[in-house]
């Protein structure tokens, strides 16, 4: 008689253990696209799009972020970084993590002028930096210690090469 009693109690537990692992599933896969969804919404040039123009020149046409912001994957050292487009920055500007996984070497030493005032960084001149199908090379860049943030500034020392049109939520990048 035990046996018969315990089994009624053995799948109820069973049960509730297949509940709670269905639950469990549930909300790891809401949180997946929750996090996708938010990563889309600060960059949603995750995938940029490019093209030949008429011209036969490369172009990228990247969409603005909702802060208002044109942020886009692409690659320094065929190493695979975001970009926060910043026409106010003179040079592009590495955080240190990024600078050592793309294998960009210090140079020397260098005062530059932010916008939370002066920091120290060290030029140096990125072999390759790509934005799409537009590519450039021996592009001067600083690596910056106290950049706080993941995101590369792709500043004036790339962006000085292209036409630059802005219409609405879109920026066109031609080489």
Known sequence: MASSSSQPDTRRTIGRFMAIIFWLLVLIALTSAFQRFLAYKNNPNQRVASSIGVDGRPEV???????????ANGF???????????TG???????????RAAGVPRGPTVTTQTANGPAQGFLTELETVRLGAIEQR???????????????LLGM??????????????LTLRQ
């Open 89 to 99: 920055a003179t040079g592009v500007a590495l955080p240190l993590a990024v600078a």
């Open 157 to 170: 020392t790339f962006l000085k090469n292209l036409e630059i049109i802005q219409r609405g939520n879109t």
């Open 61 to 71: 046409v990247l969409k603005r972020n909702q802060q208002g912001h044109y942020v």
């Open 76 to 86: 320094i050292n065929d190493v695979s970084v975001t970009f926060l487009l910043d």
């Open 138 to 152: 021996a592009v001067g860049a600083v690596v910056s210690p106290g950049l706080a943030m993941d995101e590369v």
